[in-house]
């Protein structure tokens, strides 16, 4: 729907801003729009390109040689020319405002400027956020609804497992007896697998069990995460870090003990249930490098790896054809 959009657009002599939330999405993206209007007509703008990718990029909006501008957020300030349509992919997420400074909203700048140029403004998610479907149902927006899967495919077989009761059963670990069934079925078959567990790290938080002392940030006064790779404690907020503690400063026991767990030490567990499979991580923590995102991602897909292991950014959009189990792990 967003191609066809984009090309009646383009043949009114317009341009184009398609958003994506996330910048993993991106080359994704790219790729499926290079395949259908060709690379020069396509301009990628986000954080992680350098200054001077970013002056290419700009450059190229800016002379109007770009029609199909396509990023995050922040491509919402891109110098379009003869700007015809916005589209904003899964818009209920969270990554769509800016919490540094300066402070703004992606949504609200696209709502400013489809009105500005009479445009129309085209909001896409399988879950809408509550205001914006509530002005929907009150017809102050056009809904639009979507009541058959593409190509007429089926919705997945979704089944519910209460870790509660696994630990009831004697099983300690993250992965319950059930998925542990399933993964092994996906292993023997040469199938993939998608661990998504919204939590990077180790451990959530490490407290002392005589005094109840719990280890946290001195700016933001939050649960510091313990990160194994490092052997440090880390502010997921304001990035302040520490070494481990052995000794807790208010009552100076030893008996400290880590709680709750992250991505890696869920994909520490798999490896031991599964020794020799092959694990992929994708969080904040393994996509500091340059194109780390895209790398990490043709990786799963070419180098047929058993199991990607990652946060949010694992779940948003990707096109993976052999992967077969998706688990995600929540919490009521």
């Known amino acids: 729907m967003y191609l ?6 383009l043949n009114n002599g317009q341009s184009s801003i398609m958003l994506v939330p996330e910048i993993s999405l991106t080359p994704q993206t790219v790729d499926r729009f290079i395949s259908r209007f060709g690379e020069d007509k396509i301009a990628v703008l986000h954080s992680k390109l350098s200054i001077g990718e ?20 922040s491509a919402i300030f891109a110098p379009v020319q003869e700007l015809g349509l916005i589209i904003i992919d899964e818009e209920h997420d969270d990554s769509y405002k800016s919490e540094m400074s300066p402070r703004y909203s992606a949504e609200e700048v696209a709502q400013y400027l489809a009105k500005e140029n009479n445009i129309p403004l085209i909001y896409g998610s399988a879950t809408p956020s509550i205001n914006l479907y509530y002005k929907a149902t009150r017809g102050e927006i056009t809904l639009l609804e979507l009541t058959k899967r593409a190509n007429e495919s089926e919705l997945p077989e979704v089944e519910i497992v209460d870790l509660k009761q696994e630990l009831i059963n004697g ?25 998504f567990l919204n939590r990077r790290g180790f451990s959530t938080f490490i407290m002392c ?12 006064n939050i649960s510091l995460t313990y990160h194994s790779n490092t052997k440090k404690l880390k502010c997921h907020y304001c990035g302040y870090e520490t070494q481990v503690i052995t000794e807790c400063p208010e009552c100076k026991s030893k008996n400290i ?10 994909e520490e567990q798999v490896k031991l249930m599964f020794p020799g499979v092959q694990t992929i991580r994708m969080d904040v923590d ?7 995102h895209e790398d990490i991602l043709n990786k799963f897909r070419n180098d047929n790896i058993d199991i990607l292991i990652g946060t949010q950014m694992v779940v948003k ?8 189990l998706v688990r995600s792990y929540c919490s009521r």
């Not at 066809?4 to 657009?9: A, G, P, T, W």
């Not at 393994?286 to 780390?292: E, G, P």
């Open 4 to 9: 066809q959009l984009i090309e009646k657009v």
């Open 54 to 73: 970013r002056y290419d990029q700009w450059n190229k909006i800016k002379n109007g040689d770009a029609k199909i501008i396509i990023g995050a957020r």
């Open 171 to 195: 099983n300690k670990s993250m992965i319950s007896d059930r998925l542990r069934k399933l993964m092994q079925e996906n292993l023997n078959n040469k199938k993939q697998t998608i661990l």
């Open 209 to 220: 069990r005589d005094c109840g002392y719990t280890a946290k940030c001195k700016n933001c």
């Open 257 to 266: 003990r880590y709680f709750g767990a992250g991505t890696q030490k869920l």
């Open 286 to 292: 393994t996509v500091t490098k340059k194109n780390s």
């Open 317 to 324: 959009g990707h096109h993976f054809p052999n992967v077969t």
